[in-house]
């Protein structure tokens, strides 16, 4: 269920036991900003930017304080250079296939949930 090849340079990557310790040390630290930072903070989910882009975009640029210009939008014309592994989807608009396709490979994620404190797949099931 592995997409990108980071070339050994992210070797949490590659393990699901590593990423769900990574992903709730983020939440931990998240946590300790929010409590001690005396600044807004504005998390944005993935899937509503995908179900509302527009209002999502509208909402971050607002957040930052800056004006809102609909270029924003059209962000996969920019032609500057990428070089990131997500090279080829900033040349896309925002795409909806993404969400959700965790659940075709839901039975390879059990030690992915367990790092994260979640019920295994097949617990779900019972």
């Not at 699901?16 to 998240?30: P, V």
């Not at 001690?36 to 999502?56: F, H, S």
């Not at 250079?81 to 075709?104: C, I, L, M």
């Amino acid at each position: 269920c592995y997409f990108t090849n980071f070339s050994g340079a992210y070797e949490y990557a590659y393990d699901l036991e590593d990423l769900g310790a990574y992903y709730r040390l983020y939440e931990e630290l998240m946590r300790h900003w929010k409590s001690v930072l005396r600044v807004p903070i504005l998390e944005v989910r993935y899937e509503d930017m995908v179900a509302e882009q527009e209002r999502t975009s509208r909402r971050l640029v607002e957040f930052c304080g800056l004006e809102w210009q609909a270029r924003c939008l059209a962000f996969h014309e920019n032609k500057r250079e990428v070089a990131t592994a997500s090279f080829d989807q900033v040349r896309k608009p925002v795409y909806r296939a993404s969400v959700g396709r965790w659940r075709h490979y839901a039975a390879h994620l059990d030690p992915l949930r367990q790092a994260l404190g979640l019920a295994s797949e097949r617990e779900e099931r019972k």
